[in-house]
T-cell receptor, first 110, second 114 residues
Framework: TQLLEQSPQFLSIQEGENLTVYCNSSSVFSSLQWYRQEPGEGPVLLVTVVTGGEVKKLKRLTFQFGDARKDSSLHITAAQPGDTGLYLCAGDRGAQKLVFGQGTRLTINP | ETGVTQTPRHLVMGMTNKKSLKCEQHLGHNAMYWYKQSAKKPLELMFVYNFKEQTENNSVPSRFSPECPNSSHLFLHLHTLQPEDSALYLC?????????????FGPGTRLTVL
């Protein structure tokens, strides 16, 4: 059973376009994290959202936590080739257990 | 060294070999983790250590044996592995007393079992 579903799994767009990645679950999480992983490297934490409805911005990236704390979205404005990577969402279920989605592989073409 | 380091970065081994993966964190954290990342599958938590004590074994086969001699070092001893164990093995650390379980990952060891 996949507790966190990410969509789309693959996304290839042109530089300058906008995009949104979704992370959905039927479970409630105390917090949710977004990571980016580049080839040959481990995931790097981008943001943690905690409160239902919370919105956080990191330059051109906007993260939102659903009101019920079951889902989240990542929106990228004016995507650049440097945004290319595997984006992972992870829900905190407590007891130090993070549940990861299967990831969205994003490619930004120059 | 900074952050979380892992050695070796790549490992090829036969099914009868014995090898070990090493992880070291330079962040002053007190919790460490082993994850397995396979193609087309989400990251799978394998083991959790808090203050050197194992607090989670996520039904991992006994051919994987973790060791945590102190809060900064974590090992994964491998023996009689199967080809399906080929994957990227990631180590992570966190601060146990932090409000949020924010984890910091090493670059991983790419393991191939022949």
């Amino acid at each position: 059973t996949q507790l966190l579903e990410q969509s789309p799994q693959f996304l290839s767009i042109q530089e300058g376009e906008n995009l949104t990645v979704y992370c959905n679950s039927s479970s409630v999480f105390s917090s949710l994290q977004w990571y980016r992983q580049e080839p040959g490297e481990g995931p790097v934490l981008l943001v943690t959202v905690v409160t239902g409805g919370e919105v956080k911005k990191l330059k051109r990236l906007t993260f939102q936590f659903g009101d019920a704390r079951k889902d989240s979205s990542l929106h990228i404005t004016a995507a650049q080739p440097g945004d290319t990577g595997l984006y992972l969402c992870a829900g905190d279920r407590g007891a130090q257990k993070l549940v990861f989605g299967q990831g969205t592989r994003l490619t930004i073409n120059p | 060294e900074t952050g979380v380091t892992q050695t070796p970065r790549h490992l090829v081994m036969g099914m009868t070999n014995k090898k070990s993966l090493k992880c070291e964190q330079h962040l002053g954290h007190n919790a460490m983790y082993w994850y397995k990342q396979s193609a087309k599958k989400p990251l799978e938590l394998m083991f959790v250590y808090n203050f050197k004590e194992q607090t989670e074994n996520n039904s991992v086969p006994s051919r994987f044996s973790p060791e945590c001699p102190n809060s900064s070092h974590l090992f994964l001893h491998l023996h009689t592995l199967q080809p399906e164990d080929s994957a990227l093995y990631l180590c992570a650390s966190s601060q146990r007393t932090s409000s949020y379980n924010e984890q910091f990952f090493g670059p991983g060891t790419r393991l191939t079992v022949l």
